[in-house]
C-alpha cells in the first residue's frame, strides 16, 4: 500500500457493512476532510455539470437513454478528479465516490453501459480514477448481520422487507459487481470486517495505516 502520499480514500461495501457508522466515527478528525460527490442541485455546481455534461453527450451520443441521475453520475466521474486534485493537504475521505458511483451504473444502469461501445469510457475512467484514488477501504459483515442491519435500521433500503434469500442474492450480486470495479482500477485495499470489529475500532486500524492515528 502507499505510504505518505495518501490523498483520496474511499469506503466501500454491501449495504449494512457499517459504511455510514465509520463515516461518522471519523468526524472531527482534523487531519481528515470528509466529503461527498458534486451535489447535482447546489447553483455553484452549474458550470461543473454542463461543461463534464456536455462531454459525457459527446463520448457516449451513440448510446443514448440516459437518465438525468445516470447523465449527472457519469458527469461526475468524469470531470470529479480535477476537483479533488485542488484540494487541501488533509486526507480526503469519500463515503459515496467513484467506487460506489462505478459499481451502481455498470451493474444496475441501462445496459447500453454494458455494451462493447461503453467499454472505452470505463477504461479511461478506471484509469483516470487509478490515478486519483489512493485507497480503497473495503467493509463487510457476516451475511446474518448484514441481513439484521438491514430490516432493524431505521434507513430505507429497496431489499429491506424482502425474503432472506432474496436479500442475500442481492447484497451477493453486489459483492461480485464490487470487486469487478475495483480490480478494473488496480488500486489498493484495506479490508474490515465489521461483525468483528466496532466501528471505533476500525476507524483507530484505518488512521494507523493513514499514519495519523491521534
Same mark, same amino acid.
Given at each position: 500500500?502507499?505510504?505518505?502520499? &495518501?490523498?483520496?480514500?474511499?469506503?466501500?461495501?454491501?449495504?449494512?457493512?457499517?459504511? =455510514?457508522?465509520?463515516?461518522?466515527?471519523?468526524?472531527?478528525?482534523? $487531519?481528515?476532510?470528509?466529503?461527498?460527490?458534486? *451535489?447535482? +442541485?447546489?447553483?455553484?455546481? &452549474?458550470?461543473?455539470?454542463?461543461?463534464?455534461?456536455?462531454?459525457?453527450?459527446?463520448?457516449?451520443?451513440?448510446?443514448?437513454?440516459?437518465?438525468?441521475?445516470?447523465?449527472?453520475?457519469?458527469?461526475?466521474?468524469?470531470?470529479?478528479?480535477?476537483?479533488?486534485?485542488?484540494?487541501? $493537504? +488533509?486526507?480526503?475521505?469519500? *463515503?459515496?465516490?467513484?467506487?460506489?458511483?462505478?459499481?451502481?451504473?455498470?451493474?444496475?444502469?441501462?445496459?447500453?453501459?454494458?455494451? =462493447?461501445?461503453? *467499454?472505452?469510457?470505463?477504461?479511461?475512467?478506471?484509469?483516470?480514477? $487509478?490515478?486519483?484514488?489512493? &485507497?480503497?477501504?473495503?467493509?463487510?459483515? *457476516?451475511?446474518?448481520?448484514?441481513?439484521?442491519?438491514?430490516?432493524?435500521?431505521?434507513?430505507?433500503?429497496?431489499?429491506?422487507?424482502?425474503?432472506?434469500?432474496?436479500?442475500?442474492?442481492?447484497?451477493?450480486?453486489? +459483492?461480485?459487481?464490487?470487486?469487478?470495479?475495483?480490480?478494473?482500477?488496480?488500486?489498493?485495499?484495506?479490508?474490515?470486517? =465489521?461483525?468483528?470489529?466496532?466501528?471505533?475500532?476500525?476507524?483507530?486500524?484505518?488512521?494507523?495505516?493513514?499514519?495519523?492515528?491521534?
Amino acid at each position: 500500500m502507499k505510504t505518505g502520499n &495518501l490523498r483520496v480514500v474511499e469506503i466501500v461495501g454491501p449495504a449494512g457493512a457499517g459504511k =455510514s457508522t465509520l463515516y461518522q466515527a471519523l468526524c472531527g478528525r482534523d $487531519s481528515l476532510h470528509l466529503d461527498n460527490f458534486p *451535489d447535482v +442541485r447546489r447553483l455553484a455546481n &452549474l458550470p461543473f455539470f454542463l461543461w463534464n455534461g456536455a462531454r459525457v453527450i459527446g463520448s457516449l451520443r451513440r448510446l443514448g437513454g440516459l437518465s438525468r441521475r445516470e447523465l449527472a453520475w457519469m458527469s461526475i466521474l468524469r470531470g470529479w478528479p480535477a476537483l479533488l486534485q485542488k484540494a487541501d $493537504s +488533509r486526507v480526503t475521505v469519500l *463515503d459515496q465516490g467513484p467506487v460506489y458511483l462505478m459499481t451502481e451504473l455498470r451493474e444496475f444502469g441501462p445496459a447500453s453501459l454494458r455494451t =462493447s461501445t461503453a *467499454d472505452a469510457w470505463w477504461r479511461n475512467l478506471s484509469a483516470r480514477w $487509478s490515478q486519483t484514488l489512493d &485507497l480503497i477501504v473495503w467493509l463487510d459483515a *457476516d451475511d446474518a448481520d448484514l441481513l439484521e442491519r438491514i430490516r432493524t435500521r431505521e434507513k430505507a433500503h429497496i431489499v429491506k422487507d424482502a425474503p432472506a434469500k432474496e436479500t442475500l442474492s442481492f447484497l451477493n450480486r453486489y +459483492r461480485a459487481a464490487y470487486e469487478r470495479v475495483m480490480a478494473d482500477l488496480h488500486v489498493p485495499i484495506l479490508r474490515f470486517d =465489521s461483525s468483528r470489529m466496532t466501528a471505533a475500532q476500525i476507524a483507530e486500524n484505518l488512521l494507523r495505516d493513514l499514519g495519523d492515528a491521534h
